[in-house]
């Protein structure tokens, strides 16, 4: 079984039992936009179950607060939450959700902690959102940044136009990465990889992540995000950027760079999970131009 970053993810996310479990990936690969499935929108009001709701929370209820809004961050990063917030005249929540059925956002403001934890009843009806800017939380990159940088280095037997299109085309992406990936070249344009095709869009890789910015042929720039297992970190992002050098015209060095990291112990394991993954991506990118595409069928 070949180390890569997709048993790596595998092996840190779920444990290394997981690993069996998606031997057979290779045959159901799909992109991202085949696999989600219509959606509708659904407004739901979070009512206090007392007048004087919440100007009067306990300690306790203060600690369901806070779980109440890692849950609905979870379900943002998931694409399930569209927006959440208080209002504070009428002193009531609002949540936009995004799913497949009303049955399923039932089910996500039935389990949703301040509603199990008694504190709000819910009102939920269909809506459709027709407009909605880009926003972009303010939690989205780490609020303190370290001056670590991850760079590798490493020499590709093949023309920078074939090592470009490797890593901008989704095609290319399956060829040396993972058998499941969705790229758009274009600012903003996901920069999505797959590893667990049986989870829930949100644990299966790198959902959410955007390219930053690209100069054709010459740099890529993109943002990563972390492995489910580092649940405290996952919805942050580092920024990767890649440089192609020409060397002659059947080779190409590529000069890889990770920033933007945040600061604590979770930011240390991290950097040093993807300093050993990085490394077998890349040797999985000069295999695939020394002896051909990956063949995922075995894993």
């Not at 890649?242 to 604590?264: C, D, K, L, M, Y």
């Amino acid at each position: 079984m070949k180390c890569t970053l997709r048993i790596l993810f595998i092996i840190a996310s779920f444990g290394i039992s997981a690993v069996a479990a998606t031997a057979d990936e290779g045959d159901t690969a799909m992109s991202a936009s085949s696999d989600r499935p219509q959606t509708k929108h659904y407004l739901v009001r979070l009512l206090g179950t007392r007048p004087t709701w919440p100007d009067d929370q306990t300690p306790a209820e203060e600690q369901t607060m806070s779980a109440h809004f890692e849950y609905l961050r979870d379900l943002t990063a998931k694409g399930k939450v569209l927006m959440a917030g208080p209002c504070f005249d009428a002193k009531f929540g609002l949540v936009v959700l995004n799913v497949e059925s009303e049955a399923e956002a039932r089910q996500i403001m039935d389990n949703e902690p301040s509603v199990t934890g008694g504190l709000h009843t819910y009102e939920l009806g269909e809506m459709l959102v027709s407009l909605m800017a880009n926003y972009i939380p303010p939690d989205r990159y780490p609020s303190e940044i370290s001056a670590k940088s991850l760079n590798k280095d490493v020499t590709i037997p093949a023309p920078v136009s074939d090592v470009w299109r490797a890593w901008t085309t989704t095609e290319g992406l399956k060829s040396f990465f993972s058998p499941n990936a969705h790229v758009e070249l274009r600012p903003g344009g996901p920069f999505e990889i797959y590893f667990l095709m049986d989870q829930p869009y949100g644990l299966r890789g790198s959902e959410g992540c955007k390219i930053l910015s690209f100069i054709p042929e010459k740099m890529l720039s993109f943002e990563w995000n972390a492995p489910p297992s580092f649940a405290d970190i996952r919805w942050q992002h580092t920024q990767v950027i890649i440089f192609f050098h020409p060397v002659s015209a059947n080779e190409t060095r590529i000069e890889f760079i990770q920033r933007g990291w945040g600061v604590g112990e979770s930011w240390d394991n991290l950097y040093d999970y993807f300093d050993r993954a990085w490394g077998y991506v890349l040797g999985n990118l000069k295999e695939r131009f020394e002896k051909g595409p990956l063949d995922w069928s075995g894993e």
